[in-house]
């Protein structure tokens, strides 16, 4: 009997805390005190980091409702106009979190099934560029980012007005990358297997997906000052008003500072990143994942099963994604998305477990002082967590040249992977790491261990990234982040090496050539005449010329059609088989040098000829077909 009356005592107090603790994650943010004590803490925080303020503003909200917006800044500093709630805003990437929504709403219909094969929802053959035929790739594999894709070699993200395709099917289409890794192997962001699931989204439902978007999200949550076309098309207030915003970028010292003006972002894959929108849209958009009462869902297990994971950070139980939802570790785990575009950023954060969240809007490209620093305010730091230790614990060393998997991994846009996504890291200390270049540091970010395969990457400027080491199925360390892998190969910093080697001879055989131009016309004044070797004279222009084409390509807004890369990839074939036989004559004429030294000269330039075709095969800079 008094053991019964024990187990009902323990039950009672069981249900007791679970019914106060959602009680207080109903309340949290809602009580007056409450929200002014956050109020009060977000003030201070942006006071702290006012220098580097361009224009940010800020939704804090609940189950129940928007509990707090605050506006800081101007969205026109020449003119000194401030950024009000009229101001709309660029989402950037938190756009695709509209895709996501789209599915699951089909999923609920029954009329997606998130683990059958996207071909089913397809036109037959529409996917040209498959290189795992046999394996199936689900949306699931969509929404964690994993379905083997490197990036677009054809998508022009600095795109004008002009450049923008005519329907989704052609842009996803014409912008189709290569299949470079098996499906599920690596976390690689895709832009393009967002906007193929929004294309999806239109097959299944039969309707273009702008109005998909306008009539299944944005009509029933009254998101009336928010548009998705990527002109701007479905909403004049939008239209009218994103003319009124001025955007900025803020670099660590003033002299880095830069003016960008409207710097509209016209979006090719616009389901990817092309949603522009006031502050309260964007904060309601954000509130009905933590409101029951929702109006996205017919049903509350649809709009929970989305928080459930997709994928898991490898060897653990460490959900990565949720129906594609990012996970963030703060002092709690949350989820949410961030963007960015040609002048803006955003984040959205929310914790489905207390139902709270955030939203943070800027003006400012790539800042992270107020997107992701904001966020500490409600939820705090991982290092807050109980358990975390950041003093340093004995683990392996993963210093290593890593290389993040999302980027061009095969075809002739292989080289782009060395210059936009290397992670150097070498050991500083015990557990603790820096980012360090052939002995120069690069930045002010930090790396150290906080609990077993678990690492935090702190920028100094607002962003802390969580860090999953892991190995390859090639024994390779790994390092995951949020989204996407990078890969410490062995081979990587030497090809990183011999890319900064192949530019330096670019840059040398030029002076060269420049040189060589202005003794001719010395001479030729002097009627004195000269002469250069003709055979170094070609080597020196095909390392000018493919220099030139990289920087060219690394620098402009400009991009390859299929058939400029078709021609490309056959005239640099030549160039490298060009380059081969003129080594050899090279060799050849060295036989017959007249001096030891001229010997040697020629022979140096024919092996500098024998290089310039080792680059082009190791680079595979011919290879238009695997882009």
Known sequence: MKRNIWIFIIITLFLVLLSSENSYAKELYNRDEDIKKIEINID????????????????????DRISLKKTYGYKNIKNKVLADFDTVYDWGSSSKLLVWVSVMQLYEEGKIDLDEDIRVYLPDGFLKKIRYKDEKITIRNLMSHNAGFQESFYENQLANEDQLYSNLEEAVKSCEPYQAYHVGEYTAYSNWGTALAALIVENVSKEDYISYVNNHIFKPLNMSHTSIDPKLLDNDYVKDKRN????YYRGEKIEDNQDLGIARSYVQLYPAGA????????ATFGQAFVSKENPLFKKEETRREMFEPTSHYTDSNISKNCHGLWTLEYGVQVLG?????MGCSSNLVFDPKSNTGIVIMTNEPGETIFNYGLPKVL??????????????????????FYIQKRNISEGMGKFQQY?????PIKKAAKDKYSLNLFGFSIG??????????????????GLEMFMHKSKTKANDNRLEMMSTDYVAHKSNKSMFLFLCIAILLGIISLILLVGKFIILIFKNIKNNTVNFNKNINLTQILWVTITVGIVFYLASDKVFTPKNAVITGIVIAVM????????????????????????????????????????????????????
């Open 419 to 423: 210059f936009g996504g290397i992670l």
């Open 244 to 247: 009124d915003l001025y955007c």
């Open 444 to 461: 002010d970010t930090n790396i150290f261990k906080i609990g077993k395969n678990s690492y935090l990457m702190d920028n100094g400027n």
């Open 576 to 627: 490298g088989l060009v380059s081969l036989i003129n080594g050899l004559k090279l060799f050849m004429i060295s036989a017959n040098g007249k001096s030891r030294k001229e010997k040697i000269y020629f022979i140096f330039w024919g092996f500098i000829s024998f290089v310039f075709t080792i680059f082009v095969i190791l680079f595979k800079l011919y290879n238009f077909w695997n882009i």
């Open 337 to 341: 998305h961030a963007g960015n575009t």
């Open 44 to 63: 201070e925080y942006v006071e702290k980091y006012k220098e580097g303020l361009v224009s940010c503003q800020i939704a804090v909200f609940n189950g």
């Open 379 to 400: 939820y705090g730091s991982i290092t807050d967590r109980k358990g975390i230790d950041t003093s340093g614990i004995s683990s392996d060393d993963i210093s290593g």
């Open 275 to 282: 949603c522009v929108g006031t502050l309260h849209d964007f």
